[in-house]
């Protein structure tokens, strides 16, 4: 395993923010959602996430997620994305979102 310095870990922006929406992602080869993401004073993000296995659309509504910020914007498919939403896979390789343990303000950062 490569190891980095401090620096280049404090260059990573892992933010928190609260899941105002979550789409279809109806052109992805693997199904996935929009997300709009609520960073408070760094502003409202999309992102898109392929975790239709283990949440629905419904239940995203307001859960607080972890997301890298600062990464350059990528188009996937019909979106833009503008964040990388954070989660481990199962054994099986569905996603859980990796998310604050307690309601911290959005656009907290990861330290």
Known sequence: MDTISWSDFDRVRLCAGTILSATDLPDARVPA?????????????????RITE???????????????????EKQIGSVM?????????????????????TLVPNGSRLC
């Open 54 to 72: 283990r949440y629905s659309k419904e239940a995203l509504l307001g859960k607080q997620v972890i997301a890298v910020i600062n990464f350059p």
């Open 81 to 101: 994305s503008q964040c990388l939403v954070t989660g481990f896979p199962d054994a099986d390789g569905a996603i859980t979102l990796a998310q604050p343990a």
């Open 33 to 49: 959602y929009v997300l709009s993401i609520d960073f408070g004073p760094l502003g409202v993000k999309r992102s898109s996430a």
